[in-house]
């Protein structure tokens, strides 16, 4: 069974606040989850694996470590997914990104795919799905599906704000992915929307409504 990770680290907890406060404005909004997007990064990409090489320092040369060159695909749902992949590349450049526009159905909640674009060498790279939300997890499965229908392994999932129904959903469906999360709320409302959660993630980062 894939494993669920709950990010437990202060600053994306306190960033995360601003991001839920409904008071907080578009552009705020926009660079906050920017900004928790490159902290999960920083948490996700932990056990990249590293090579050694010598390094010529001003005193003399010296072991040291670069990351051996796996490569690694980021894979942003749209639309709200978009909002996490530059926080993502400002720590990764070299991943390419790939994009599966995915929307939910108003009154089914069942996801509508209809765009798919992904990297050519899919078979060679290790994936990053990123959407802000998961709430009953249709959407990050249908994603994964999409992706891995096209050849897509190694797949980690990871969001800001999951419901745990979504969390099952996805663990049931997908249990060789692990989920990486920055906060776990309480339940989905019946309109399917987090609890507490944020709101709508595309309309709050897009000014939509
Ligand atoms: C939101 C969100 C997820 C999905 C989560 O997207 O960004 O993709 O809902 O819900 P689920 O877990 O119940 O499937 P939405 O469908 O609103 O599309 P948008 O990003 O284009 O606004
Ligand atoms: N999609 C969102 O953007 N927010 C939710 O709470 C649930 C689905």
């Known amino acids: 069974m894939g494993k669920v990770y709950v990010f437990d680290h202060p600053l994306i907890q306190h960033k995360l606040t601003y991001i839920r406060d409904t008071s907080t404005g578009t552009k705020e909004f926009r660079e906050l989850v920017d900004e928790v997007a490159s902290l999960m990064a920083f948490e ?3 056990d990249l694996p ?3 090489v010598d390094v010529e320092t001003p005193v003399c040369t010296a072991k040291s ?4 060159g ?3 695909g980021i894979i942003p749902i749209l639309r709200a997914g978009l909002g996490m ?5 400002k720590l990764i450049p070299a991943a390419k990104v790939g994009h599966i526009g995915l929307y939910r159905d108003p009154v089914t909640l069942q996801p509508v795919e209809y765009y798919v674009k992904l990297p050519s ?3 060679e790279r290790d994936f990053i799905v990123v959407d802000p939300m998961l709430a009953t997890g249709g959407s ?3 994603a994964i599906n999409s992706l891995k ?15 745990p129904e979504g969390v099952e959903v996805v663990k049931e469906a997908h249990p060789d992915v692990d989920i990486y999360i920055a906060a776990l709320d309480e339940k989905l409302n019946d309109h399917g929307y987090i609890v507490p959660g944020l709101g709508d993630a595309g309309d709050r980062l897009y000014g939509t409504k």
């Open 140 to 142: 990050a499965v249908e």
């Open 44 to 46: 996700i990409t932990r």
């Open 121 to 123: 060498d899919i078979e």
């Open 50 to 52: 590293l090579m050694e």
């Open 70 to 72: 796996k490569k690694l």
């Open 85 to 89: 992949v530059d926080g993502i590349l």
């Open 65 to 68: 470590k670069v990351l051996s």
């Open 149 to 163: 229908k096209r050849g897509g392994k190694n797949i980690k999932f990871m969001c800001l704000i999951a419901a």
